[in-house]
C-alpha cells in the first residue's frame, strides 16, 4: 500500500478569458492536500473550481485515462490531469498550463481542431484491399501483430504533439499522433489504401529529429517514435516505385522511330556515364591502394641495412659542432625500390670517442631538421620545434626526442643501421 | 461561423513559454538532439581556430572533444535510424555510446597524440 502523505501545496493555474483577451496570467492556489497518493490533478482543479474560482475552464470526460479530454502541461511535462497525482510532482509549486501548440479558447482548455485535422490527413481508417465475407483472422502471436501492438492504444489526447518541438516548427507535419496512427495501418497486410497512406506520412515522416518527447510524455506508454522509424524504414523499402504505383503508366502505344538524342539529353547521359565511371575507378584504386598498403606491409618486413656514411677519419668537426652527411643508399619498401638521399645528422666527441647520430627528420610531421651552429640547438622546419643537442625537445610540437641512429664503426667506415 | 470565429482565441503556447518547470522536464533525447546541434557549432569554431592557430594543445583536446561527442550523439541517431537498437534502449545507447566515446577520447589523447 502506498505511503500516506499529505500537505500544502502551491498551484499555479494558467488562466486566459476570451472575454477580455490579452496574454493570459498565472493564477495562483494554495491548497491543502490530504493525501498526495490519493489526489489526482483533476481533484485538485475541482476543488479549485468548487473553492476558490467557479470560471476556471479545463476539459474532462472518463476521469479514468481512457478518453484524453484532460491532456495538459502538468510541472512542465505533458500528462493527463486525471492520471497524474500530486504524489508524482515532487516541486512545492505545481504548474498547469494548457498543451502548447494549439489555439487556447479559455484557460486550460485548448481547441484540438488543428490536431483532428491533421489526423484526418494521415487517412486514420481501415479500408480493407478486398471485400471478404468472413472477418479475416490476425493471431495474436504473429509478427504483423506484435509489430502494431501497443500503437493501437492512442487516444489522441494530443500530449505527444505539444511536447514535439518540430510539430511547432513545421507546419506541414503530421505529428507523432497521426504517424503512430498511420503505421499501425500501413503495418497491416489487409490495407487496402497502403500507397495512398504510405505517400502521405513518407511527406512528413522525416521531420522527426529523435527527440523522444512524445515516447517521455504519452499517457498510454505508446513510442511515436519507433512508429516513425518504422515508416521511415517501410519509406526505404517500399518508397522507391511508390510514384508509378500511385499514377500508372499509360497503356504502351506503337514506339514511334527513335529520336536521334538532343544534346541535352546525350549529355546527361555522357556525364551519368563519367560520373559511374569515375565511381568505379576510384573505388578500385582505392581498395587496391588498402590492399597493397595492407598486405605488402604483412608479407615483407621493412628491410634494415646499414649505410655507410664515408671514412671516419675524415669526418672532422670542431667540438660541440654536429655534422650534416648525406648518406645515398637505396631501399626497397614495399613492391618498390626507391633511391634515398637524406641528410643524417651526426655529433662526435672524439675526446670520450662516441659518435651518435640523429635521424633528420622531426618526431611530429616528418619534416627536416637542421643543426643551428649559432644557437648550438637543432631546429625544427614545422612550427617552431627545437631540440637540444642531445636530442630532446626544447620547444614546439614534436611529442619526442629525435630518432637516433645505431651506428658501429668497420673498417674505418662509420655506419647507420637505416630502416 | 465557427466556432473559431465567434470566440477570441489566444495563440498557442510554446515549449517553454511562462513555464518555470520545462527545463527540468526536459528529458535525455531532448537534450541529445539539442547538443548535437550546439556540438556541430562548435566543431565549426574549433576548426577554424585550429586552422589559425596551430598547435595549442588546449584548442586540439577542444576539438577533439567536440568531434568525439558529436559523433557520438550521431552514431546514436544512425543506429535507431537502422534498427540496430530497440527505441527502448535509446538513454542506455546514450550512456554506452558515451562511455565508448570517453575511452576512445583517452586512448587518442594520451595514446597517440
Known amino acids: ?195 495512398e497512406r504510405l505517400a502521405t506520412a513518407m511527406e512528413s515522416c522525416y521531420n522527426c529529429r529523435l527527440e523522444f518527447n512524445c515516447t517521455e510524455v504519452c499517457p498510454k506508454e505508446i513510442s511515436p517514435t519507433r512508429a516513425i522509424k518504422y515508416i521511415h524504414r517501410m519509406a526505404i523499402s517500399q518508397g522507391p516505385g511508390l510514384a508509378q504505383r500511385l499514377s500508372p503508366a499509360p497503356e504502351p502505344v506503337a514506339l514511334p522511330a527513335p529520336e536521334p538524342l538532343t544534346p541535352e539529353m546525350s549529355r546527361r547521359r555522357f556525364l551519368g556515364r563519367s560520373a559511374v565511371s569515375l565511381g568505379v575507378v576510384a573505388g578500385a584504386a582505392l581498395v587496391g591502394l588498402v590492399s597493397v598498403s595492407a598486405l605488402s606491409a604483412a608479407f615483407k618486413k621493412p628491410e634494415c641495412k646499414w649505410v655507410s656514411l664515408g671514412p671516419l677519419e675524415k669526418l672532422t668537426a670542431a667540438p660541440g659542432e654536429v655534422l650534416t652527411i648525406y648518406a645515398d643508399y637505396s631501399l626497397e619498401d614495399g613492391f618498390y625500390k626507391r633511391q634515398e638521399h637524406k641528410p643524417v645528422l651526426v655529433e662526435m666527441d672524439r675526446e670520450k670517442n662516441k659518435v651518435t647520430a640523429f635521424n633528420s627528420r622531426c618526431t611530429h610531421l616528418g619534416c627536416t631538421v637542421h643543426w643551428d651552429q649559432q644557437k648550438k640547438l637543432f631546429l625544427c622546419a614545422c612550427h617552431g620545434g627545437t631540440f637540444f643537442p642531445d636530442g630532446t625537445v626544447k620547444s614546439g610540437p614534436p611529442p619526442r626526442p629525435l630518432d637516433r641512429y645505431e651506428t658501429k664503426v668497420s673498417g674505418g667506415q662509420l655506419y647507420v643501421l637505416e630502416a | 461561423m465557427t466556432i473559431a470565429n465567434k470566440l477570441n482565441y489566444r495563440q498557442p503556447l510554446h515549449r517553454g513559454v511562462l513555464d518555470p518547470n520545462r527545463i527540468r522536464a526536459t528529458q535525455a533525447g531532448m537534450w541529445a538532439w539539442l547538443w548535437q546541434r550546439i556540438s556541430a557549432l562548435a566543431i565549426l569554431v574549433f576548426l577554424v581556430l585550429h586552422l589559425t592557430l596551430t598547435y595549442r594543445p588546449l584548442l586540439q583536446f577542444c576539438l577533439l572533444f567536440t568531434v568525439t561527442f558529436h559523433a557520438v550523439l550521431g552514431l546514436r541517431v544512425i543506429l535507431i535510424d537502422f534498427g540496430l537498437v530497440h527505441v527502448r534502449y535509446q538513454k542506455l545507447l546514450l550512456a554506452g555510446l558515451g562511455l565508448l566515446g570517453a575511452v576512445m577520447l583517452a586512448i587518442v589523447w594520451f595514446g597517440i597524440y
Not at chain 1, 490527413?121 to 471478404?132: L, Q, R, S
Request: proline letters at 5%; glycine letters at 6%.
Open chain 1, 1 to 195: 500500500m502506498a505511503e500516506t502523505k499529505g500537505g500544502k501545496k502551491t498551484f499555479k493555474v494558467f488562466r486566459y478569458d476570451p472575454a477580455k483577451g490579452g496574454e493570459g496570467h498565472f493564477d495562483t492556489f494554495d491548497l491543502e492536500i490530504e493525501d498526495y497518493y490519493a489526489t489526482t490533478i483533476l481533484d485538485v482543479l475541482f476543488r479549485i473550481q468548487r473553492e476558490h474560482d467557479q470560471s476556471l475552464s479545463f476539459r474532462y470526460a472518463c476521469r479514468v485515462a481512457m478518453c484524453g479530454s484532460c491532456g495538459m502541461v502538468i510541472n512542465g511535462k505533458e500528462g493527463l490531469a486525471c492520471k497524474t497525482v500530486v504524489a508524482d510532482l515532487k516541486t512545492p509549486e505545481i504548474t498547469l498550463r494548457p498543451l502548447n501548440h494549439f489555439p487556447i479558447v479559455k484557460d486550460l482548455t485548448v481547441d484540438m481542431e488543428p490536431f483532428f485535422k491533421k489526423y484526418e490527413e494521415a487517412m486514420p481508417y481501415f479500408d480493407p484491399a478486398e471485400e471478404a465475407s468472413e472477418p479475416a483472422i490476425v493471431r495474436p502471436d504473429t509478427w504483423e501483430r506484435k509489430a502494431i501492438d501497443m500503437a493501437t492504444d492512442c487516444i489522441a489526447c494530443g500530449c505527444c504533439v505539444s511536447s514535439c518541438t518540430m510539430a511547432f516548427w513545421h507546419k506541414d507535419y503530421l505529428g507523432p499522433a497521426a504517424l503512430n496512427r498511420s503505421m499501425t495501418l500501413l503495418a497491416d497486410s489487409r490495407d487496402g489504401l497502403h500507397d
